[in-house]
């Protein structure tokens, strides 16, 4: 497989076609060669260097225009805290700011050295603000400004080192003001900061709207998010530094990477424009009528930008030409699959459902531009085992692709994303069948024993407002039925009747912008001594007992809630996976706020992980089927066509499920006679009355249900069909009997065991019981 996949790149950096790339040696072992870049410009013609071009003006009005960007911004105000202004005692000071330290002075300001010269190597003191560490000594402090002129444009640039551990205790915010804190704008705070260790955060707020005014900036340290009174913070600590106000200055050219955000400013002066028009031409979007856009572009190049204004005398128009040059880069393949979730047996695959259509998705960065899918199995590699070459039987060149998967068991998925500067690829394998255990564990992982410490056990009882627990479960490729379900805890013991009888409660939720949403079902529940006795007899295995069928057909979460706080004589927890940088699925309801697991408890991307939940899905599949010469069902068409003169048709439907109940049809002239069968594979049975004359055509829709998903089926009525068996001759109109075992297979002995097998004769499909 890995030749395959490394003969496919490389026919693919040659710009080979899908066509050529069939054509593949097993025996290449090089790295594919990196594609040459190719040129793109917004215009055609050779690279230009940047330029302006003014196409008219109208009674002083200029058009000009710039963008947000380090190299245009002009310093109006600056803060380092540098100085080395001293007091009478040698000490150094803090001027130009007002400060007050709390009750009891108990907020210490000073100037430090920290590490800000990683970011300024010039830098040589921050402000540093650190609190007590008595909750008694808590409070609330500041440090105002004096006044400073905010330009048009005007942005506040800040950076301040935090640990986000240090929220639950103190927050530090940064607050705006224009009328000496009368009012008040908090333009930052610290605890909007939620992953990560120690770091130097950078700030940046707008100040458009204080253009003209003077404003103070004022450095808050306020109560922790733990603290319900509003009393203040205490033991917690920040630095503070290169706090500046900047306005926007001319530049003749920027440079960005694809994909980068820019913030375009209108400059125009002379008079107040009254409405703006601009063009990006390559860009997205291309056009804007606001006066400040922002755009992006995706490929490399050099780019033009126009900007027309107008005010109530006329208009004036600028070109900047060659204004943004794009750098491009090789994409990041990425495959949005089916389904998520993997089979619980090694090598943990994802699973998704045979035979019904299921869509894998392009889920690549960096903006590609062709992209390339090949899904073939083992056994498709087999049947050319002998061969120098190996052919995919389809190569599809689409972004996204609909595929059915025919064959139980393995199948290889591979994906190309390509543009002008490279190509990326995913080389990943999914698990083809109807049913099974699932988990969210990825192939690697082991069951983790939980991390514990004063406060928590994770994920389980703690003393930190945790007080729920998620797990994400992704939607299916088909709709599944949830046949059983399985968490796996590793504590659960109590001491108090309190805390035993506390009852645990095992919930599926709905999925809101990928956290958990709303309550779907209750599905169980149990005490902490009911678990107490899973943990003594089943290896902490917890068997869900469900009320009834789930159906499953979209994203969901199971929700573990009821744990009671962590004390001295009580511990509860869930197995998980060990923490990993990818491929979070573990949610906690922390003070009343869903959040992953992810850089929570270790620096992101650190800290994601599992839980283990098993569930057994079964999945729903419902087509239209066709059995090929040697007994094997695929999909068919769903339109079945029949000749005008009345008559009658069996259509095979595949229903793993089975069929629950035939819904009928929307049209009087074609019905469904007879009742759904027992087996994997049925035959409807339709009969439909003649085509009325000077009717060309008709369409009927016959619906059929297993009680999980409708499958629609369409009979076309046409005049240019023909019964096929009206053409045959006579002495061949007796049809050849041929038999099926109830999975489909052909059966080729003359005698037949005894049990129940399909029985077809031409166009009828039929059960026989021998005995």
């Known amino acids: 497989m890995k030749i395959l996949l490394l003969s496919l790149l490389t026919f693919f950096a040659l710009n080979a076609t899908a066509r050529d790339i069939v054509k593949v040696q097993r025996v290449a072992k090089s790295k594919p060669t990196k594609p040459t870049a190719m040129s793109y410009q917004?215009?055609?013609?050779?690279l230009r260097l940047p330029g302006t071009i003014r196409r008219a003006a109208a009674n002083g009005?200029?058009?000009?225009?710039?963008?947000?960007?380090?190299?245009?911004?002009?310093?109006?105000?600056?803060?380092?805290?540098?100085?080395?202004?001293?007091d009478a005692k040698g000490n150094l000071i803090i001027t130009g700011w007002t400060i007050d330290k709390g009750e009891g002075d108990a907020i210490t300001f000073k100037k430090k050295q920290d590490t800000f010269n990683t970011i300024d190597e010039n830098d040589v003191y921050s402000l540093?603000?650190?609190?007590?560490?008595?909750?008694?000594?808590?409070?609330?402090?500041?440090?105002?400004?004096?006044?400073?002129?905010?330009?048009?444009?005007?942005?506040?640039?800040?950076?301040?080192?935090?640990?986000?551990?240090?929220?639950?205790?103190?927050?530090?915010?940064?607050q705006i003001s224009a009328d000496d804190f009368t009012t008040t704008e908090e333009v930052w705070n610290s605890k909007t900061v939620t992953e990560g260790k120690a770091q130097w955060v950078p700030i940046t707020a707008d100040l458009s709207a204080y253009a003209g005014k003077q404003i103070k900036i004022r450095i808050y340290w306020g109560p922790g998010t733990n603290d319900t009174f509003n009393t203040g913070g205490y033991m917690g600590d920040f630095c503070v530094d290169g706090l500046s106000i900047t306005g926007v200055g001319n530049v003749d050219q920027i440079k960005v990477k694809a994909g980068d955000p820019i913030q375009f400013v209108d400059l125009t002066t002379g008079k107040q424009p009254t409405r703006w028009q601009w063009q990006?031409?390559?860009?997205?979007?291309?056009?804007?009528?606001?006066?400040?856009?922002?755009?992006y572009y995706e490929q490399s190049g050099l780019y033009d930008v126009v900007l027309k204004a107008f005010d109530a005398e006329g208009s004036d128009e600028v070109v900047k030409t060659a204004f943004v040059e794009v750098e491009g880069e090789a994409p990041v393949a990425g495959v949005q699959f089916p389904a998520d979730f993997r089979t619980l047996a090694q090598p943990r695959m994802r699973m998704v459902a045979p035979l019904a259509p299921v869509n894998y998705g392009d889920d690549s960065t960096g903006f590609p531009t062709s992209f390339s899918w090949a899904l073939y199995t083992p056994y498709d590699l087999a049947k050319q085992s002998g061969s120098f070459l190996f052919q995919p039987d389809t190569i599809y060149t689409t972004k996204d692709v609909t595929y059915c998967h025919n064959k139980l068991?393995?199948?290889?998925?591979?994906?190309?994303?390509?543009?002008?500067?490279?190509?990326?690829f995913v080389d990943d394998s999914v698990q083809v069948q109807f049913a099974g255990f699932v988990s969210n564990f990825q192939p690697k992982d082991g069951y983790q024993t939980n991390?514990?410490?004063?406060?928590?056990t994770l994920p389980g009882a703690n003393k930190m407002g945790i007080t729920a627990w998620a797990e994400r479960i992704s939607k299916p490729s088909v709709p599944v039925v949830l046949e059983a379900m399985y968490v796996n805890f590793t504590k659960a013991s109590a001491a108090a009747l309190t805390d035993q009888i506390s009852p645990v409660s095992f919930t599926l939720y709905t999925s809101e912008n990928g956290l958990p949403g709303q309550p779907i079902e209750l599905l169980d529940s149990w005490n902490l001594s009911e678990l107490n006795y899973a943990m003594n007899t089943n290896n902490g295995v917890v068997t869900i007992e469900l009320g009834r069928r789930v159906v499953i057909d979209k994203e969901v979460f199971l929700v573990i809630d009821g744990i009671p706080e962590k004390n001295d004589s009580m511990e509860c927890a869930i197995a998980m996976a060990p923490m990993r940088n990818y491929g979070n699925t573990a949610f906690m309801l922390n003070k009343g706020q869903w959040r992953p697991f992810t850089g929570y408890f270790q620096p992101a991307p650190g800290g994601q992980t599992s839980l283990a939940v098993i569930p057994y899905f079964s999945h729903s599949v419902l087509i239209p089927a066709k059995v090929d010469e040697k007994g094997g069902i695929t999909m068919a068409n769903d339109t079945t066509l029949v000749p005008a003169t009345a008559g009658k048709r069996n259509i095979l439907v595949f229903a793993n499920q089975g069929i629950y109940k035939y819904l009928g049809s929307d049209a009087d002239w074609c019905r469904v006679t007879g009742k759904p069968g027992e087996y994997t594979v049925d035959s409807v049975s339709v009969e439909f009355d003649e085509l009325p004359a000077g009717v060309q055509w008709r369409e009927a829709v016959i619906s059929v249900t297993d009680s999980i998903q409708t499958l629609n089926l369409v009979v076309r009525q046409d005049r240019s069909v023909v019964d096929a068996i009206q053409?045959?001759?006579?002495?061949?109109k007796s049809a050849t009997v041929e038999r099926f075992d109830m999975q489909g297979r052909r059966i080729e002995n003359a005698r037949q065991a005894r049990g129940i097998y399909l029985e077809r004769r031409g166009?009828?499909?039929?059960?026989?019981m021998k005995r």
């Open 42 to 46: 917004a215009t055609k013609g050779s």
């Open 61 to 86: 009005l200029t058009a000009n225009f710039s963008v947000q960007t380090e190299s245009a911004y002009v310093t109006v105000w600056n803060e380092n805290f540098d100085s080395d202004d001293k």
């Open 128 to 174: 540093f603000i650190e609190g007590p560490y008595q909750a008694f000594k808590r409070t609330k402090a500041s440090a105002t400004s004096t006044a400073i002129s905010v330009p048009a444009n005007g942005q506040l640039h800040a950076y301040i080192k935090m640990n986000p551990t240090w929220n639950s205790y103190v927050t530090l915010a940064l």
């Open 280 to 295: 990006f031409p390559g860009g997205t979007p291309e056009t804007s009528n606001e006066q400040n856009p922002v755009v």
């Open 409 to 424: 068991d393995k199948t290889y998925v591979m994906h190309i994303a390509q543009n002008a500067e490279g190509y990326d």
């Open 451 to 456: 991390f514990v410490d004063g406060d928590l």
């Open 727 to 732: 053409l045959l001759p006579v002495e061949t």
């Open 763 to 768: 166009n009828t499909v039929r059960k026989v």
